[in-house]
């Protein structure tokens, strides 16, 4: 005796796609050459060395090969020797010396503060959500609040013009 399968309900249509110039896969990518970036400069913190040792370290991660290897490499390059300069930023913004912060929200303060300063192409509520995520997946219990104020203050005043509007629908 055969099996009837049931009758399958009709699909609702598809939802029209919001224009974007990254799409989906290419988020993805994006967020995972931000993890990557976060974990080469958490050990750069740990263990100083060569940029180019890095970046052949990490591009021979099995999460590469679904990372945006261009934009990790980009952030490598971008963040790294500006550290100092970061850190200087990072003392106006928060309460406690760079010195002495955890090495995670270290690095995902180094990411956050980046994209808000050198990729205005990016909206700053996803720079803060990538970091804030970062630092949830990575960093102490509750570091991910610490994250989301001092990058909060950090667009207040990087993005004066985009931080007062309301969030796209």
Excluded at 11 to 38: E, I
Excluded at 52 to 60: E, G, K, S, V, Y
Excluded at 151 to 160: F, G, H, K, N, V
Aim: glycine share 4%; hydrophobic share 45%; with cysteine.
């Amino acid at each position: 005796m055969a099996v009837k399968r049931p009758a399958r309900a009709k699909a609702a249509p598809a939802r029209p796609k919001a224009p974007a110039a990254v799409g989906v896969a290419g988020r993805r990518a994006r967020s995972l050459a931000r993890r990557l970036a976060v974990q080469a400069l958490y050990q750069l913190q740990l263990n100083p060395r060569p940029l180019a040792d890095l970046q052949r370290q990490f591009a021979a991660d099995p999460e590469s090969d679904r990372a945006d290897l261009d934009y990790f490499t980009e952030l490598i390059a971008a963040i790294a020797p500006q550290r100092e300069t970061l850190d200087a930023r990072l003392a106006l913004l928060c309460e406690i010396p760079p010195a002495e912060l955890d090495p995670i929200e270290h690095a995902v303060l180094w990411l956050g503060l980046h994209e808000l300063t050198s990729c205005p192409e990016l909206p700053y509520r996803v720079a803060l959500a990538e970091a804030v995520q970062l630092a949830k997946q990575f960093g102490a219990t509750d570091g991910h609040k610490f994250v989301n104020a001092v990058l909060d203050r950090a667009a207040r005043e990087l993005r004066t013009t985009e931080y007062g509007q309301p969030a796209a629908p």
